[in-house]
């Protein structure tokens, strides 16, 4: 199936060159001259070399032909980690190294659409936004809160972010799982 570069998702799978490839970062640009592009950092699925492609945003490109399963995450065993697919409640494991980029956003009893190639687990999407606890961050100085810069704060799952002044320790927030960035506090 041909999409638009720019409707591309990290986690997604790519026939590219005669290969299979996961997109593992994405980042969209807009220069002040000339059309818009899609930088992509893609890994082939067998061998897992990397590679760095520009693509005009108008640009089709060929998502690879997967199945795609509604799975349960359930828990990490060693390098391992466990998933359970929701209709036949089989488990599988999936390697560390083939959604080490994903991890960050992966929690216990979260669903994902796990990615199949020939019967093969190959990869997942994740939701496009992910809901984590902050569990470290500054605290705010008063007076500091007017400026708009943000603070780093680290989440649940060990990675960190740069959220706004106001968020504290303890409160949930939103992360956009394909750029890694804060959207907004999570209501209660």
């Known amino acids: ?13 790519m026939e590219y060159q005669g ?8 980042g969209h ?15 082939e699925i067998s ?5 760095n492609e520009r693509f005009r945003s108008d640009e089709k490109l060929e998502k690879a032909h997967v199945e795609s399963r509604k799975m349960q995450y359930l828990y ?19 390697d560390k190294e083939d959604i ?11 669903e994902v659409d796990v990615n199949f190639y020939n019967e093969n687990p190959i990869g997942m999407e994740l939701p496009l936004n992910v ?21 780093p704060a680290k989440l649940e799952t060990g990675i960190s972010v740069t959220v706004p002044q106001f968020i504290n320790i303890g409160e949930k927030i939103k992360v956009n ?3 890694g960035e804060y959207v907004e506090r999570a209501s209660s």
């Not at 061998?47 to 590679?51: A, N, P, S």
């Not at 991890?103 to 216990?108: F, K, M, Q, V, W």
């Not at 569990?135 to 943000?150: L, M, P």
Request: charged residues 20%.
């Open 1 to 13: 199936m041909k999409i638009l570069a720019f409707e591309m998702k990290v986690g997604n799978l």
């Open 19 to 26: 290969k299979l490839w996961r997109v593992i970062k994405l």
């Open 29 to 43: 640009v807009k220069p002040g001259k000339g059309g818009a592009f899609v930088q992509a950092e893609m890994k």
């Open 47 to 51: 061998i897992g070399t990397k590679l």
């Open 76 to 94: 990490a065993e060693g390098d391992s980690h466990i998933f359970m697919d929701l209709s036949s409640y089989e488990q599988l494991g999936m």
């Open 100 to 110: 080490t980029e994903q991890l960050g956003y992966l929690l216990p009893n979260m």
């Open 131 to 151: 809901v984590l606890e902050v569990v470290d961050t500054e605290s705010v100085v008063k007076g500091q809160t007017a400026t708009s810069s943000g603070k």
């Open 177 to 179: 799982t394909g750029t």
